[in-house]
């Protein structure tokens, strides 16, 4: 049975691409434009099931490899679940939920047919005052280039394919772990050691950085990065304990962030069959771009907010 994770840890090597290449004169036409809610460190966005009337808010999250559903949504609109199905979280650990299937998923004018979801609780989930009734990533990057632009909580989709993306930026090379893209980014500590690895791609992610324990081990990154407290956050089955610190920079592609926040924890230890994981970039980071990720490309352009 494949393993399939909800919150994405999981991207491979990431390589820069220079000059022209992929930006050309004619901008592309979004076939929709959705207004999103941005708390600073997830995106909602608005859509229906089956055309429905009712107006429902997922988050949207290119480390999630399944679609969720709110049980209590499911059982509004007469979905029953069928056979359980094992996935992880960030720990790793295995749990089992039941899983339904409808004929469409829509987003404004888009409809993604036949979409299956795993039905959780999610109890008292909220953003802004708004309960989230699902989560989305991979069934809407694999069909889609997705434009996330932070700075007017808009999000663009394009047909999946070549792409003309903008002048200026920089585009990068995604790799993918199972169903969840990745970067190669360089984290910086304390004594100016630059470590180069592969990370997954996490626009949902509440944090800079989520670093693998192993990867902290194996680079004695617990000593030569500053640490700064300890914070408790929830994952899929366990709360986990996170030592909190902070990367005196980082860079992916030619862009460079200081100071950037960091967690990390023995318990989230993230891999890939081919390569080293060193964790996960988190919204923390992605806040600061305006991005293009073109998943049926391999492609992840990133341009700088003013």
């Not at 999981?10 to 941005?38: D, N, S």
């Not at 694999?142 to 808009?154: G, P, Q, S, T």
């Not at 926040?261 to 806040?287: C, F, M, Q, R």
């Amino acid at each position: 049975m494949l393993l399939q994770k909800i919150n994405g840890i999981m991207l491979m090597w990431l390589f820069m691409i220079t000059g022209a290449y992929g930006q050309r004169l004619h901008p592309e036409k979004p076939l929709e434009v959705i207004h999103f809610h941005f708390n600073g460190s997830q995106i909602l966005i608005p859509l229906t099931i089956n055309h429905g009337k009712d107006t429902l808010h997922f988050l949207f999250d290119s480390g999630c490899e399944i679609n969720l559903l709110s049980l209590p949504v499911a059982g509004r609109m007469g979905l029953n679940g069928g056979t359980d199905a094992g996935l992880s979280g960030w720990s790793n650990e295995m749990t089992y939920m039941p899983q339904t299937q409808t004929n469409s998923l829509n987003i404004g004018k888009i409809s993604i047919p036949d979409p299956e979801f795993y039905l959780e609780s999610l109890a008292g989930a909220t953003m802004d005052g708004i309960p989230v009734d699902g989560v989305i990533g991979y069934d809407l990057l694999k069909r889609y280039i997705v434009k996330i632009d932070f700075e007017n909580k808009e999000m663009s989709l394009y047909p999946g394919g070549k792409f003309h993306y903008p002048p200026g930026g920089e585009l990068l090379k995604l790799g993918m772990n199972y169903r969840t893209p990745t970067v190669q980014g360089t984290l910086v500590n304390n004594q100016g050691q630059p470590f180069t690895s592969t990370y997954h791609l996490i626009t949902g992610g509440n944090f800079g950085l989520l670093l693998n324990g192993k990867f902290v081990e194996k680079y004695a990154l617990d000593k030569t990065l500053t640490i700064t407290g300890k914070v408790t956050r929830h994952d899929l089955l366990q709360p986990i304990t996170y030592t909190e610190c902070i990367a005196p920079s980082f860079n992916a592609g030619n862009y460079k962030l200081y100071q950037l926040p960091a967690l990390y924890s023995s318990k989230v230890n993230d891999t890939a069959p081919d390569k080293e994981i060193a964790g996960a970039i988190g919204a923390e980071v992605w806040k600061h771009f305006t991005m293009i990720i073109n998943l049926p490309e391999k492609e992840l352009w990133l341009a700088k907010n003013k």
